[in-house]
């Protein structure tokens, strides 16, 4: 696997021996520095807090180096009118990884199509988001001990949510699953990510009260309303504030169910959920590291990953 753009490519025996890595990298404090000279660089037109840090940490840890352009929208030739694929054949010249974030669905696989280093999807517009759910599947795995017979429960913006779209469509890869889309009307999730659940045969429906989900799950993936793709304000604030888990949801939960959230989050978790031990977000974007240290290490130097 050269490119990673998006969640069809991966079978669920490369998910597993990734994870064993990934596994190993957080049981060992400092890991060998098995990309020594190498370098990867970070291409964000989009904001990014865990994405990029976490991409660059994992870099650093493994004795690698980082070239990094975040706001690219702004602070790259991007502004003058170059175009994605231009940027990616040049920066393949600098560095031996890319990872790039953009604004349009599809950029990612644009720029793996002229680019003769890895490309990996570190989100593209509303499309998807492969390393996200990859450290996503990894914390269930870490959490729960497993990956099969899981009902889980999407919550929110599933139309524009990328992570949400990316860990609905990984779950092809599992046997007697169950997704449970909880979404405002107006975000509901997409007819793509259904026809491809529809041929895997993955069981999902569509649930509008969130207790009756969140009493018969596993996870709980909650997500961000995107504001920012929204057409209007008003379309925001109609799909905003719908779905909230509160102390009161904590109730309704089963005791060995987590919940996630790829965060950031706005108002959709309440503060006084974290001190729950079910709480497992800040688990979970620690996890980042570790994937994508296994990830790195896979790509770049496989004899050794
Ligand atoms: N989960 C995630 O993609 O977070 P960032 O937008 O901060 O990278």
Redesign the pocket.
Known sequence: MNHIVAVEQFERLWVEQLFVEAERMRSVFRAEPVLPRYILATLFY?????????FESAMLRLGGQVISTENAREFSSAIKGESVEDTVRIIAGYADAIVI?HHEQGAAMRAAAVSPVPIIN??DGPGE?PT?ALLDFYTIWSELGQLDDLTVALVGDLRFGR?ARSLALLFRLTQRSELIFVSPEAVPMGADVRRALDAAGVRYRDERDLGKALAVSDVVYQTRIQKERFATQDEYRQARGIYTIDRQSLDLLPARAIIMH???RVDEIAPEVDADPRAAYFRQ?RN?VYVRMALLAQLLAPSNG
């Open positions: 989009e904001p990014s807090t865990r994405t990029r840090l976490s974030r570190g989100g988001h996200q992570a790829p965060l950031p974007a980042g």
